[in-house]
């Protein structure tokens, strides 16, 4: 789950430089894949997601208060918190040198998942093959259409042969991991061995039950939408105004969302995944704001700052695809100040009040 240095298997790796002198007349992503229509990786659903934060003990506490989250796996320095039943999982690793804190990556499971296979699609979409793993962990356009194969060993929570977990950078830089339906972040050949999770101190205020959203800022939200549904074989199953469409998710709730410019040729900086959202159960926007309240959360005071341990509403009207009166979108920033949104179970980006109406 994290992306520290690990080894690697694959010593084909290409520069996104040489990549890119490979490819001169790319413009945006639909010209590169064009030639790539039929092999796709068969994402299941939205599976997992890391943290990077100051204290990983502060965090944890705060996640667990809030959530009752059960620690599922154990990485080293790192923690794999579980989400609703499992496997479904999050993680809360220690910033490395020059990082600022923030979501690492964006996790999904594959149906019939081996490294192999999923790593022969994504070079047959320009995602090549690097030799090392990336020394930070967290969007860098140097990793940009990349892809690469960390082993986990014992002492970072994976087997003793190695737990073997593959991730890759799409355009933007952006990092993706790519998983088993089974992957839990604990040992085992695909890290799907967690044992009988540790228990929380705390049963938390709010339940989780699974992941709903990404919604990342990047280059050129056409290019990047494109990018992803021909590599997953996806398609818009909502749309948040005439050029917010989200890309659905498996079994229609979950979905990823780009958004940001429309700038021409490949990005010179890297994207940003500016929050993940989670469903829980008994959404009630009242309710929500009075449990954050009591857990020591203050409402945002301004729309354009936002600092730790703040929570707001954003009311998405129809011009973005809302209710007649609005959708109610809930948010709050963790002791770091990443954003977190909160929804009912149903939410899929679409209209109605619970903003689960996918229809239209």
């Known amino acids: 789950m994290n992306n520290e240095p690990g080894q690697t298997i694959d010593r084909r790796g290409l520069t996104r430089r040489s990549l890119l002198g490979l490819l001169p007349g790319l413009a945006i992503a639909p ?48 923690v794999v918190l579980r989400m609703g039943e499992g496997p479904y999982c999050y993680s809360l690793r220690p910033l490395q040198a020059g990082e600022s804190p923030g979501i690492t990556h964006i996790g999904l499971s594959v149906d019939n998942f081996t490294i192999d296979r999923a790593q022969t699609v994504l070079s047959a979409h320009g995602i090549a093959p690097a030799a090392t793993a990336p020394v930070q962990g967290g969007p860098d356009i140097d990793r940009a259409l990349t892809s ?45 061995q967690c044992g009988q999770p540790e228990a929380s101190p705390t049963s938390g205020r709010i339940r989780l039950r699974e992941l709903s959203h990404f919604t990342s800022f990047v280059h050129n939200r056409q290019a990047a939408n494109a990018f992803i549904r021909q590599l ?82 954003s009311m998405r009207m129809p011009n973005r695809g809302g209710a007649p009166g609005g959708t109610p979108e809930l948010y709050f920033s963790d002791p770091d100040g990443i954003r977190i949104q909160l929804q009912d179970p149903t939410y899929c980006g679409g209209t109605g009040y619970l903003g689960n109406d996918c229809s239209a």
């Not at 965090?59 to 667990?64: A, I, K, V």
């Not at 970072?156 to 991991?177: C, K, N, V």
């Not at 989670?278 to 309710?287: A, I, K």
Request: charged share 15%; aromatic share 10%; with cysteine.
């Open 232 to 313: 997953f074989g996806l398609d818009f199953q909502a749309y948040q105004g005439p050029n917010a469409p989200v890309i659905g998710v498996g079994d229609g709730l979950q979905f990823l969302m780009y958004v940001g410019g429309s700038n021409p040729g490949m990005p010179a900086q890297p994207g940003r995944i500016d929050h993940v959202c989670m469903g829980m159960e008994d959404f009630e926007v009242n309710r929500v704001l009075a449990l954050l309240d009591d857990y020591g959360l203050r409402p945002r005071q301004d729309s354009t700052a936002t600092p730790p341990l703040v929570h707001w509403i």
């Open 31 to 78: 010209q590169l894949l064009a030639q790539n229509t039929t092999a796709t990786i068969p994402v299941i659903k939205l599976h997992n997601f890391g943290l990077r934060v100051r204290d990983v003990q502060r965090s944890l506490e705060f996640y667990q208060g809030l959530f009752g989250s059960p620690v599922q796996a154990r990485q080293g320095d790192s």
């Open 148 to 192: 690469w194969h960390r082993v986990r060993r014992a002492d970072q929570g994976g087997a003793a042969s190695g737990t073997h977990e593959l991730y890759f950078a799409d355009r933007d830089g952006i990092f993706y991991q790519l998983n088993s339906t089974t992957f839990c972040g604990g040992a085992g050949p695909l890290g799907n």
